[in-house]
């Protein structure tokens, strides 16, 4: 490749390009909002933090922390790691600024970029974006049910309704070392391989999510978390989805679920959209009711949720559906002359600062070529001026669908042009 060679954007990292950028935008703001509606508060934490943290966080054995993470020495020759999720830096964030000594539960809600050194396909992304909620410091069925909530209802509010909620519990101290040496004792009865006996010793649950055929077949009858909870534990997760009935909110009971992150207990989610092929999480959550002690805080419970912003859109396009803004702008102006250039650069500004959309064609264009510029960036009402209009004192307001135009005085433009648009 010579030098002069054009770049060329990092393997497997979207880029968003209007319009297009748009959907993206819409579904990011409305699962945020979701969220804040439901009072969690905003955080934004770095991009990068210290390696064992989510090695200590997210867990060893997971593929994030052994396969995926990007990590790096900076030239202070301390290992830090793009980070991969969420959880465990917000986790890290109320441990060190102590917002668990305040009320509790502590709610907050984050959206941005994560960073796993994924194989790239359809859906699956090396720079890949959530919105997500922590709710940390109460251990309350009602509040795992509003987590869920929240995320039901952002997905509605983009009009998305191709999804279904899985949910299950993954137990606690009390009920799932038992369960594990069960799971094991299974597994360890059947002919695995070297590399998945290994996995079986060090996280037997991860070999239920083997996904090729013959190891499928042989724990189609392994003994399931579900069937073995502590009566605490079952008590949970019967109120969670008491809750959810309660709520309307529709969930199917998968007991194989494994997620791919190793602080979960008791309640375990995720939502699934068959619109998307192979990668059809569309978000992703549960309770991690040791992290907080194992990242060096109190013994405090949290829950929360990560939703896939890049695949939401993904679903809204596989669904046919569109969110946000088609349009650029509200209005464009055509100046065709100096002096009309100076008045409409002006008017452009004072409705810009009514909060009204407008862009203006630059670059001294003809009136065929404007009026097409015009027409591709959505606006509704174009404003054609030529040195003569302004002479007389006058703005031609057209309206782009019905092409009908009336001259309006410069003074009035602002206000003409608002009382048009909230007709
Ligand atoms: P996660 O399931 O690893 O959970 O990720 C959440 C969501 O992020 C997934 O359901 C998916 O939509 C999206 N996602 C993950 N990896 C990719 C990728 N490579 N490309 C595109 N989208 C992707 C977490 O990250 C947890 N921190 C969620 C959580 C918060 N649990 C408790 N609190």
Known sequence: MSDSAAFQGPKGVPDYLPPDSAQFVAVRDGLLDAARRAGYGDIELPIFEDTALF???????????????????????RSVTLRPEGTAGVMRAVIQHGLDRGALPVKLCYSGPFFRYERPQAGRYRQLQQVGIEAIGVDD?????????????GFRSLGLDGFRLEITSLGDDTCRPAYRQLLQDFLFKLDLDEATRKRAEINP?????DKRPDVRAMTADAPVMLDHLSESAKAHFDTVLAHLDALGVPYVVNPRMVRGLDYYTKTTFEFVHDGLGAQSGIGGGGRYDGLMSQLGGQDLSGIGFGLGVDRTVLALAAEGKSVGATSRVDVFGVPLGEQAKSVLVVLAAKLRAAGVRVDLAYGDRGLKGAMRAADRSGAVLALVAGDRDIEAGTVGVKNLGSGEQVDVAVDSVVADVLSRLSN
Do not use: Q
């Open 141 to 153: 069925p009602a509040l795992d049910a509003e987590v869920i909530a929240v995320a039901d209802a």
């Open 55 to 77: 090695a200590r966080g997210v867990g060893e054995s997971t593929d994030v922390v052994s396969k995926e993470m990007y990590t790096f020495a900076d030239r202070g020759e």
């Open 205 to 209: 649950l991860r070999v239920l999510d």
